[in-house]
């Protein structure tokens, strides 16, 4: 049973990294054109700070829909996480630490409490998540009517600003918890149960698996990994955003880079690495259009179409295995 999980891990892997490559060319070709520049520092820069904080949100979101779930409440708990951060630290350098532990522990809690939903209460994952999403909802727009709290200081300075040449502190992150993914969906148990829940539940549970377990481990995570882009942001803001969750999209947004990176919405097929290079197809979409300065309502009609095109190409690639 785990052979056959650890490949579907890795086989959808290539293709949206070709995309990604053609879009980066036509994208330069095109800006160059345009009298722009789009290879430059200042660009990177931008670029895999957009894919920092959508990545680690799409990181955890490929895991629950791995295991034939869906997370809803992300952006809620991306801008809650925020908020949390931000207050607790107060400007101090010396609250950092349990500002990062209140931030993540509460991102768990509102994880635990997606998967008992779903495996306990057998309430429908869409459904599930979206009430809690709305209840957090419901807590950010009565409790706050703007930002609120400051960032530490040397949180803001190094994961916030820092770089490495032009590699942001924060992209390192994300690849640091991508590969800490990676590694459990290809080298644990947990992970070849995950992908066995979601080819096929009973299957599983008649192979021993315990499948509630692993589906609300997988919630836990996906809400933790919302956690820390919460936290992320929060080190960019400079204060917690009551609103940066659901403005930023990064409910729809983290689903959307997940299935472009090639994993199967009824879950079983798939993998982080996809999932990367479909946040990475996504931050460079917009990287072009901002180099060019293109209207916000044309960019979203594009980027529609990209994902459109994505989930087509995929279910026929799978129609044809199939015959």
């Known amino acids: 049973m785990t052979a056959a999980p650890v490949l579907a891990v890795r086989r959808n892997v290539p293709g949206v990294f070709v995309a990604l490559a053609l879009t980066l060319a036509i994208g330069a070709l095109v800006v160059g054109i345009d009298g722009g520049q789009l290879f430059n520092q200042a660009t990177t820069v931008s670029l895999l700070h957009v894919a920092a904080g959508l990545g680690l949100v799409a990181v955890g979101q490929t895991l629950v829909i791995l295991g034939g779930s869906l997370d809803l409440s992300v952006a809620y708990v991306v801008s ?15 609250a950092l630490l349990p500002a990062v532990l209140l931030a993540l522990g509460v991102s768990a809690a509102i994880g635990l409490l997606n998967g008992l939903f779903v495996t306990r209460l057998r309430v429908n994952a869409f459904i599930a998540t979206l009430g809690v999403g709305l209840l957090l909802k419901g807590y950010l727009d009565h409790g706050y009517a703007g930002p609120a709290g400051k960032t530490s200081p040397a949180l803001v300075q190094t994961l916030g600003y820092q770089r490495i040449g032009p590699v942001p502190v924060s992209f390192l992150l994300l690849l640091a918890v991508a590969a800490a993914v990676w590694f459990a969906l290809t080298r644990t148990r947990f992970g070849h149960h995950l992908l066995a829940v979601g080819g096929d539940p009973e299957v599983a549970r008649l192979s021993g698996v315990r499948t509630g377990r692993v589906l609300v481990t997988a919630h836990v995570l996906c809400s933790l990994c919302a956690g ?48 990367v290079g479909g946040v990475l197809l996504l ?27 994505a989930v087509a190409l995929y279910a026929h690639r799978s129609l044809r295995k199939a015959a």
């Open 228 to 275: 820390l882009a919460g936290i992320y942001l929060a080190s960019r803001l400079g204060s917690g955003a009551p609103r940066v969750g659901t403005e930023g999209l990064y409910d729809l947004e983290s689903i959307a880079a997940v299935v472009i990176g090639g994993t199967a919405l009824a879950g079983g097929r798939g993998g982080v690495v996809g999932t």
């Open 283 to 309: 931050a460079s979409i917009d990287a072009v259009f901002n180099q060019l300065e293109v209207d916000a309502f044309v960019k979203q009609v594009i980027r529609g179409i990209v994902i459109i095109a």
């Open 80 to 94: 809650l996480s925020t908020l949390l951060a931000a207050e607790t630290m107060a400007g101090s350098d010396g």
